[in-house]
């Protein structure tokens, strides 16, 4: 790796899980700060400004939304949270305080630093999106506003489809939630899910080789889409899955996160 780096924070109060993570990061060629309490988190934050934060929910002192709120007072760093699978309500909330992205516990290695690079490859890039988007058999032309497939048909997105494509790509990856895509496609005034549903459905008839399965524009329950790219299986020197994160009782016929997220509307 020639470039320098990164630097995670980990806020995380379960040290099993902790370990296994700092662990992960430093196999990967991160560096990696750790906090075990959301005050510790923030001082942490502060002195040594992170280029990512990698942030459990259920801390000792506060909540972590406590740790994202009082982040983003000052810092656009980006913060994935970690939840469980039965905790939608919060997922939300920490969305609404400002996080970029989440994964469920038990979360896979490899899911885990694949999100955490996209996020990382966005931030590089300035959250510019890629000039050509490429989903699949479909390569979309973002400055022309021309979609194609790759037998030569052109397909034609309404302006409104593009808004909405070019929104979800400029979080690539990344979860967009409902009132952002409508505030940002729709503007402010216009809070209907309904219409996103529905031009979300079209954007997929058009893009996807099959609408009811959809492989780039998924649902994310109760929050609401993300655009993903293609990518390869693995990333990396990974570790073997730990046991220590195997999932509480409640959580014990939890399906992965890639099924979570891959349902259709
Ligand atoms: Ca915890």
């Known amino acids: 790796m020639t470039q320098a780096m990164h630097l995670v924070l980990l ?19 991160f560096r990696v700060v750790i906090a075990d309490t959301c005050e510790r988190a923030i001082r942490e934050a502060q002195s040594h400004r992170p280029d990512l934060c990698l942030v459990d929910l259920g801390l000792p002192d506060h909540d972590g939304l406590h740790f994202i709120r009082q982040t983003r007072l000052w810092s656009p760093v980006p913060i994935i949270v970690l939840t469980a699978r039965t905790l939608e ?6 969305f609404e305080a400002g996080a970029d992205d989440y994964v469920i516990k038990p979360f896979s290695n490899q899911e885990l630093l694949a999100r955490v690079r996209a996020i990382l490859r966005r931030v590089a890039r300035g959250n510019l999106p890629d000039a050509i988007l490429l989903l699949g058999a479909v390569s979309v032309d973002m400055g022309r506003r021309v979609a194609r497939h ?8 309404t ?16 979860v967009v939630t409902h009132s952002q895509l409508i505030k940002e496609v729709w503007g402010p005034r216009h809070a209907d899910t309904r219409s ?15 609408s009811s399965r959809p492989r780039f524009i998924l649902t994310e329950p109760g929050l609401g889409f993300r655009l993903c790219s293609e ?13 220590s994160l195997r999932p509480p009782p409640d959580d014990a ?13």
């Open 11 to 29: 806020v995380e109060d379960d040290p099993a899980i902790r370990d296994v993570l700092n662990m992960l990061f430093e196999l990967n060629n």
């Open 89 to 94: 309500a919060q997922r939300l909330a920490a």
């Open 150 to 157: 790759e037998d030569g048909r052109e397909l034609r997105l």
């Open 159 to 174: 302006p409104l489809e593009f808004r909405l494509l070019e929104c979800l790509a400029r979080h690539i990856d990344s």
């Open 196 to 210: 996103l549903r529905v031009y979300i459905a079209s954007l997929r008839r058009k893009l996807e080789l099959k």
């Open 231 to 243: 990518r390869p299986r693995s990333e990396g020197h990974l570790l073997a899955e730990d046991p």
């Open 253 to 265: 016929d939890s399906p992965s996160p890639r099924k979570a997220v891959g349902q259709p509307l």
